[in-house]
């Protein structure tokens, strides 16, 4: 247990930018996905869910590459 800890401390300088940048990430395009009445591809529902079940960077990435449409 202690060398976890140890690992853990040592690896999180790291690891919370990558946390935070995820977070806003997907908070960002959680709201513009419910602001926003138009999609390239889909609709809000299939956004919404491609957004929260992929919540890494993968879903909100793809939402700004595939479904945002350009104003």
């Known amino acids: ?3 976890d800890l140890e690992v ?3 690896y ?3 690891l919370l930018p990558l946390v ?4 806003a ?4 395009a959680l ?8 999609y390239k591809h889909g ?4 956004w919404l869910v491609v957004i929260i079940l992929m919540m890494n ?7 700004f590459i595939l479904g945002k449409e350009e104003a």
């Not at 609709?43 to 299939?46: A, D, E, G, K, S």
Request: hydrophobic share 60%; proline share 6%; net charge positive.
């Open 20 to 23: 935070v940048a995820e977070l």
């Open 43 to 46: 609709n809000r529902i299939l």
């Open 12 to 14: 999180l300088p790291l």
């Open 1 to 3: 247990m202690n060398v």
């Open 25 to 28: 990430l997907f908070v960002w």
């Open 57 to 63: 960077f993968v879903g909100p990435i793809l939402y």
């Open 8 to 10: 853990l401390k040592e």
């Open 31 to 38: 709201v513009h996905v419910l602001t926003h009445k138009s």
